[in-house]
């Protein structure tokens, strides 16, 4: 196998993923960039070979998941890296530095998240969670061993079902969950006292999460019950960028296998959620509360020209 | 096979029907209470036998679909007819009139309201419908048929998928249709120009239907789309007998065949939505737009002894 096929056997591990959260993904491509620039890629050791190398794995990481703030934001930083190299030993030790840095980022951000959350999680109650995300897993499993005594409701997610790996995950490690369809929401959040979902994106239109957080956030606010969107601030991008989940669509046959003619299926995987449905965004920054205290974050974002206007259909 | 097996049969062939909504389920039952009181049945033809197989009958679909209040209302209209009864034969006249009469009253309810439903979709626009009721196909099948060009949305409506059913009839009649799955409704709505529904049951405090149309009355009066609900006035029923519903649970293998142990899976079908959040009730007696309206059918309704708290679990 060469370079660029194991590469691009790597990428597609992760392009197909579609249980894993954000954050988890980023953390799975930070290892591909390792691939890319150690010597046991066996390929072409020169430093245009490299870089090159490193703008098509970015690209293909973003076409695959271009709703996943961490994955274009890791992308981002290694890009401005590699800039700055000349030779390939520097741009090892440089890249290989800012993917370490990455790594340690998104970790103590969801071990900060965890330590906030746990205080947002009523004695004995019941705790609603959507989707799948390694960061609302982590906060949950943080106030299971702080001895915090809750029970989870969360639902499917379909079509791909990551709310069963999401109810496994807790239940594994003796949390009680209960499971249902996603259309019950509306039953069993007036049992909850909180909820909780993981995040894709934050811009200052509001955030980007899978289909289906919409009608979660709209419905808590009708039930007052408090929302919190749980988000290291590598989730954070530009205006621009927040809405490229509008170009990512998965195959129909993943709802319906065979439809009968006439019928024409959609499978969209994201939405936007305004910030003035949920209660705060919990990020290793503590709890913001909306546009005011999203747009420092924002505002500081700057685009590698590589990735800038890269569109996904491109 | 003995009458009694035979009816058995026949009436766990509407009870395990979960695709088909109440209307239609009900004109099924009309042909149960036909079997039940003709000479074909072949069992005891003695007054008592055939009273006793009444109630027995009655009881039985009730207690398989205890949110469907056609059923109930045809049930508890064939008791009072067969009480007044003092032979065989005249039993057989009596109750078949009354069978008959049930069922002419839910075909021209249903093309009363179909003529009345087709004024309030707007030619060329997108219609969102969902879940599964005959009701609502009638009306927009009788709308296509008065040449309106239209498309129509709806959802899968998990975990009995009856959506599916939806579309195919839909699209089968020449109506374009789009699919996707049901948490997906907050991408679509803003798309739609109208929503319709079929409805389970309908009293003072609200009405009842399948799971996931609570989300979407609470989606449409955000997005100010009119939701109708489309009803014959024979699902109209006592406040009591409305809350039947929440004892109706369907296993929870129909939504995951094996959960890991610590997860409980709980399938319920049924929710209230409160009038205020639909534009209205169209019935075969025109546009209903709440309680006060609601009320005199209410009111007017008399239940038999023999199903008076007549509760799921006896």
Redo the contacts between chains.
């Keep these: 196998m060469t370079i660029s096929q194991e590469l691009d056997r790597m990428i597609s591990e992760v392009t197909n993923d579609l249980l894993s959260g954000a954050a988890e993904l980023a953390l799975r491509a930070v290892n591909i960039f390792r691939y890319a620039i150690s010597d046991e890629s066996g390929g072409d050791r020169s430093l245009p070979a490299i870089k090159s190398n490193l703008t098509m794995i970015s690209r293909k990481l973003i076409k695959g998941h271009p709703a996943m703030a961490p994955i274009f934001n890791l992308c981002n930083q290694i890009l401005f890296a590699a800039e700055k190299c000349s030779t390939t030993e520097e741009l090892e030790a440089v890249v290989g530095k800012s993917l370490d840095e990455f790594e340690t980022r998104l970790c103590n951000s969801a071990s900060k998240i965890a330590e906030t959350a746990v205080q947002l999680i009523p004695f004995g109650e019941l705790v609603f969670a959507y989707s799948f995300s390694s960061t609302v897993i982590s906060a949950l499993l943080n106030a299971r061993s702080n001895l915090r005594s809750f029970r989870v409701i969360c639902t499917?997610?379909?079509?791909s079902m990551e709310g069963?790996k999401l109810?496994?995950v807790?239940?594994?490690s003796?949390?009680?969950?209960?499971?249902?369809?996603?259309?019950?929401?509306?039953?069993?959040l007036p049992t909850c006292r909180v909820a909780f979902m993981g995040v894709d994106a934050v811009a200052r239109p509001g955030l980007v999460n899978k289909?289906?957080s919409?009608?979660l956030a709209?419905?808590c606010r009708?039930l007052n019950i408090p929302l919190y969107a749980l988000t290291g601030t590598e989730k954070f991008v530009t205006d621009d960028q927040l809405f490229n989940f509008e170009d990512f669509e998965r195959p129909?046959t993943e709802?319906?296998q065979d439809?009968?003619?006439?019928?024409?299926?959609?499978?969209?995987q994201f939405?936007l959620i305004p910030f003035n449905w949920i209660a705060g965004l919990v990020t290793e920054d503590g709890i913001l509360r909306g546009e005011a205290d999203v747009e420092k974050y924002v505002d500081a974002i700057k685009v590698h020209s590589d990735l800038e206007n890269y569109a996904v259909s491109t």
Tied chains: 1, 2.
Aim: hydrophobic share 45%; aromatic share 8%.
């Design positions: 499917e997610s379909r079509p069963r109810a496994s807790l239940a594994s003796g949390i009680e969950v209960v499971h249902s369809f996603d259309s019950a929401m509306g039953l069993f289909v289906g919409w009608l709209l419905a009708e129909g709802i319906w439809p009968p003619k006439g019928v024409t299926v959609l499978n969209r939405e």
